[in-house]
């Protein structure tokens, strides 16, 4: 069961012994090898010890916490929501006895192989390579020391070296070096029969007496009553922003999956780092999610520090429809610190202006060590992925700059400091397909006065490609989105450079393409439907929708690569093109239990357990039924059965709310705010 706040995240059980146990992470908690460390496991013996036979654990949602109880104990679980700091408070009848201990498998130096390095950037090149460094940890019985921490050199001279960017080392981002992190479990207060036990989280780039310090310094500022009536109160405001509920029937199933999956969104919610797609901080023990892969806890597939930037819009995209606007944050600033590295790789590559971000991304911004390729050859263009997935594939930070304008749509942010940002990522694509036209022939447009986006790459499917609809669309959508908000000439001018997106005829029917033509198909993603998802362009309401119809229905990749598990789309598209029968049926796939005790635990997917791009497709899915927007318009039940019970509260753009409640076909309730948007509601059930 999950439990946790600001950027903590525990996994919390009891065995059968009646002894309770945890597991805990601490986002940015990033080793020398960019592995995603947990911070320990915490043992929580009684004595006498839980009643299996009374035993009840309960995710008390609306006040952020996990009570574990037998009618005679009780422990109640909770982390503060702006502190780093976790509570552990023991009740019970008189005699009880407790003990909280700490175990931490780190305990010596230890070398990673090949498989199991696919918990960190080396990946499949870790044998020989990659050493995981043992941790500090100094216990007593009531008090626990222990971090984890980082040298001068990391995986991110390694990896600079590798991409022969030496010379402008000292300009990059490095958030590995001398990196500590790790925490103190003490116990607070002891009366009677109760113990109060905290374990306080600290992290600092700098010397083990800082961290200390810092260390010390939130620990003098624990204020027991007062944090947990702030940290309940934020929980209980962040329900009450946005809901979907629904009482019997199958959406039901749908509805409360989605409020299991939020909570575990909104326990990172503070955090300077992003949720991780593959796994956030709730990954466990890996030998449940694979046999083959008997680790330590820390083990998941595809990376720590590495951000599968396709994967980890999934994870976002849902928190504008939520209204959980904070929390998009720490991705924004994601990029926001690794601009500069990005437009250094277009300086040093190619010599052009620009920020070319790659798709398989460290926290530092340079492409993985392992995906860029360890047996490139010599002549083999520096700026690229040497690799037949990744190669010319950098259009997903597009998704990014288009949630950063319309988070200014729905919230009236301060995006000013992101604003260079989509600049930049616009003139990258602008500037290197001149480039590239250039080097091929005399001109760098084509007769039409477009640039040719070849070679391309629609999502890691359509490979070589030429005029890419992923591509095409995500830079028009962003660049007209930011002209309506920034406007400058430069964007204006873009604009009027970029290609039509590609379409073509199956069986006589008119329908979106992949691109004009490529070379292979590699992968089982659907870049003909970006246009509908996420780009907007095609919908209901929206002009031409059975061209996008045709696509979902009649062309056979897309048939082929249809489902509902990991980062499958399909239930949003369903959703986007009105077609309510197909939207049900997918979403319920979608969102139905997982395969682990807590049902919002999907997996493994394509990745890792908890999958947090299923969950996050499944967010955007159920959101899409229910709600959907074109121009001004505020489209009501645009894919929603007529037979299913449903009260929500979603967001929309201009700052609004949308509350309504529809029973037995009829809407019995709907408030919008502000009024003034009523006039723009239009029922589409």
Same mark, same amino acid.
Request: hydrophobic letters at 35%; one cysteine or more; charged letters at 25%.
């Given at each position: 069961?999950?439990?946790?706040?600001?950027?903590?995240?525990?996994?919390?059980?009891?065995?059968?012994?009646?002894?309770?146990?945890?597991?805990?992470?601490?986002?940015?908690?990033?080793?020398?090898?960019?592995?995603?460390?947990?911070?320990?496991?915490? $043992?929580?013996?009684?004595?006498?010890?839980?009643?299996?036979?009374?035993?009840?654990?309960?995710?008390?949602?609306?006040?952020?916490? *996990?009570?574990?109880?037998?009618?005679?104990?009780?422990?109640?679980?909770?982390?503060?929501?702006?502190?780093?700091?976790?509570?552990?408070?023991?009740?019970?009848?008189?005699?009880?006895?407790?003990?909280?201990? =700490?175990?931490?498998?780190?305990?010596?130096?230890?070398?990673?192989?090949?498989?199991?390095?696919?918990?960190?950037? =080396?990946?499949?090149?870790?044998?020989?390579?990659?050493?995981?460094?043992?941790?500090?940890?100094?216990?007593?019985?009531?008090?626990?020391?222990?971090?984890?921490?980082?040298?001068?050199?990391?995986?991110?001279?390694?990896?600079?070296?590798?991409?022969?960017?030496?010379?402008?080392?000292?300009?990059?981002?490095?958030?590995?070096?001398?990196?500590?992190?790790?925490?103190?479990?003490?116990?607070?207060?002891?009366?009677?029969?109760?113990?109060?036990?905290?374990?306080?989280?600290?992290?600092?780039?700098?010397?083990?007496?800082?961290?200390?310090?810092?260390?010390?310094?939130?620990?003098?500022?624990?204020?027991?009553?007062?944090?947990?009536?702030?940290?309940?109160?934020?929980?209980?405001?962040?329900?009450?922003?946005?809901?979907?509920?629904?009482?019997?029937?199958?959406?039901?199933?749908?509805?409360?999956?989605?409020?299991?999956?939020?909570?575990?969104?909104?326990?990172?919610?503070?955090?300077?780092?992003?949720?991780?797609?593959?796994?956030?901080?709730?990954?466990?023990?890996?030998?449940?999610?694979?046999?083959?892969? #008997?680790?330590?806890?820390?083990?998941?597939?595809?990376?720590?520090?590495?951000?599968?930037?396709?994967?980890?819009?999934?994870?976002?995209?849902?928190?504008?429809?939520?209204?959980?606007?904070?929390?998009?944050?720490?991705?924004?600033?994601?990029?926001?610190?690794?601009?500069?590295?990005?437009?250094?790789?277009?300086?040093?590559?190619?010599?052009?202006?620009?920020?070319?971000?790659?798709?398989?991304?460290?926290?530092?911004?340079?492409?993985?060590?392992?995906? =860029?390729?360890?047996?490139?050859?010599?002549?083999?263009?520096?700026?690229?992925?040497?690799?037949?997935?990744?190669?010319?594939?950098?259009?997903?930070?597009?998704?990014?700059?288009?949630?950063?304008?319309?988070?200014?749509?729905?919230?009236?942010?301060?995006?000013?400091?992101?604003?260079?940002?989509?600049?930049?990522?616009?003139?990258?694509?602008?500037?290197? =397909?001149?480039?590239? #036209?250039?080097?091929?022939?005399?001109?760098?447009?084509?007769?039409?006065?477009?640039?040719?986006?070849?070679?391309?790459?629609?999502?890691?499917?359509?490979?070589?490609?030429?005029?890419?609809?992923?591509?095409?669309?995500?830079?028009?959508?962003?660049?007209?989105?930011? $002209?309506?908000?920034?406007?400058?000439?430069?964007?204006?001018?873009?604009?009027?450079?970029?290609?039509?997106?590609?379409?073509?005829?199956?069986?006589?029917?008119?329908?979106?393409?992949?691109? $004009?033509?490529?070379?292979? *198909?590699?992968?089982?993603?659907?870049?003909?439907?970006?246009?509908?998802?996420?780009?907007?362009?095609?919908?209901?309401?929206?002009?031409?929708?059975?061209?996008?119809?045709?696509?979902?229905?009649?062309?056979?990749?897309?048939?082929?690569?249809?489902?509902?598990?990991?980062?499958?789309?399909?239930?949003?598209?369903?959703?986007?093109?009105?077609?309510?029968?197909?939207?049900?049926?997918?979403?319920?796939?979608?969102?139905?239990?997982?395969?682990?005790?807590?049902?919002?635990?999907?997996?493994?997917?394509?990745?890792?357990?908890?999958?947090?791009?299923?969950?996050?497709?499944?967010?955007?899915?159920?959101?899409?039924?229910?709600?959907?927007? $074109?121009?001004?318009?505020?489209?009501?039940?645009?894919?929603?059965?007529?037979?299913?019970?449903?009260?929500?509260?979603?967001?929309?753009?201009?700052?609004?709310?949308?509350?309504?409640?529809?029973?037995?076909?009829?809407?019995?309730?709907?408030?919008?705010?502000?009024?003034?948007?009523?006039?723009?509601?239009?029922?589409?059930?």
């Amino acid at each position: 069961m999950p439990c946790g706040g600001g950027d903590i995240g525990l996994n919390v059980w009891v065995e059968q012994d009646g002894v309770l146990r945890f597991y805990l992470c601490r986002s940015g908690s990033f080793d020398e090898n960019n592995t995603l460390l947990k911070a320990g496991k915490f $043992v929580l013996q009684l004595s006498p010890a839980l009643r299996m036979d009374q035993f009840r654990q309960t995710l008390h949602l609306n006040d952020g916490y *996990v009570s574990v109880e037998d009618g005679s104990t009780c422990v109640d679980i909770w982390v503060d929501t702006d502190k780093p700091v976790v509570h552990v408070e023991v009740k019970g009848v008189k005699g009880l006895r407790a003990n909280l201990h =700490y175990e931490n498998w780190r305990s010596h130096d230890r070398a990673l192989d090949r498989t199991e390095g696919q918990q960190c950037s =080396y990946k499949w090149t870790a044998k020989g390579k990659a050493f995981t460094s043992c941790d500090s940890v100094m216990q007593s019985d009531e008090m626990a020391l222990f971090y984890h921490e980082n040298g001068p050199r990391t995986i991110f001279d390694e990896t600079v070296s590798q991409q022969g960017l030496d010379s402008v080392a000292s300009s990059l981002y490095n958030p590995l070096r001398n990196l500590i992190f790790g925490g103190r479990m003490r116990l607070l207060s002891k009366t009677g029969s109760s113990r109060h036990y905290t374990i306080t989280m600290a992290t600092l780039q700098g010397v083990k007496q800082e961290w200390l310090r810092r260390l010390n310094t939130t620990e003098d500022g624990i204020r027991t009553a007062s944090d947990k009536k702030r940290s309940r109160k934020w929980w209980n405001d962040f329900w009450k922003r946005s809901f979907i509920e629904s009482e019997g029937g199958t959406a039901s199933t749908m509805a409360r999956n989605y409020t299991l999956f939020r909570y575990m969104l909104g326990c990172n919610a503070k955090s300077d780092w992003p949720t991780k797609f593959n796994g956030g901080l709730f990954t466990f023990d890996p030998e449940w999610v694979d046999a083959k892969c #008997a680790f330590t806890p820390d083990f998941r597939k595809w990376g720590g520090g590495t951000h599968t930037a396709q994967n980890q819009r999934l994870v976002y995209w849902p928190m504008l429809r939520s209204g959980d606007f904070e929390m998009l944050t720490p991705q924004f600033e994601f990029y926001r610190r690794i601009l500069e590295t990005a437009q250094l790789r277009s300086k040093v590559y190619w010599n052009h202006q620009g920020a070319c971000f790659a798709e398989q991304i460290e926290n530092f911004g340079l492409p993985n060590y392992a995906e =860029y390729g360890t047996k490139r050859p010599e002549y083999y263009d520096k700026g690229l992925e040497y690799n037949q997935w990744l190669e010319y594939e950098w259009d997903t930070v597009l998704e990014f700059c288009l949630m950063i304008l319309l988070d200014k749509e729905y919230s009236d942010a301060d995006i000013s400091s992101y604003i260079p940002l989509i600049k930049s990522v616009l003139q990258f694509f602008d500037n290197h =397909y001149q480039l590239l #036209a250039s080097q091929r022939g005399r001109k760098s447009l084509d007769e039409q006065g477009h640039l040719v986006i070849y070679p391309g790459s629609a999502c890691e499917t359509y490979k070589m490609a030429y005029n890419p609809a992923s591509t095409i669309c995500a830079l028009r959508k962003v660049a007209e989105k930011y $002209v309506e908000l920034v406007d400058t000439a430069y964007v204006q001018s873009l604009l009027q450079r970029l290609p039509p997106l590609p379409f073509r005829e199956c069986d006589g029917r008119r329908m979106l393409a992949p691109a $004009v033509v490529w070379e292979r *198909v590699n992968n089982v993603e659907t870049p003909q439907l970006y246009p509908v998802f996420p780009w907007g362009i095609y919908g209901v309401g929206r002009p031409d929708i059975e061209v996008a119809r045709n696509t979902y229905l009649y062309d056979p990749d897309a048939l082929k690569f249809r489902s509902h598990e990991g980062w499958k789309q399909d239930n949003i598209w369903a959703a986007c093109l009105g077609l309510t029968d197909e939207a049900v049926r997918l979403n319920r796939q979608k969102l139905q239990d997982g395969p682990y005790r807590y049902p919002a635990f999907w997996g493994p997917g394509f990745d890792w357990s908890p999958d947090h791009n299923w969950g996050g497709s499944g967010m955007i899915g159920l959101q899409s039924m229910l709600l959907q927007e $074109v121009g001004d318009s505020i489209l009501l039940f645009p894919a929603w059965p007529k037979d299913e019970d449903v009260h929500f509260k979603l967001h929309a753009s201009k700052k609004t709310t949308v509350e309504a409640t529809l029973r037995n076909g009829e809407i019995t309730q709907l408030s919008v705010e502000p009024q003034s948007r009523r006039k723009d509601i239009i029922i589409w059930h």
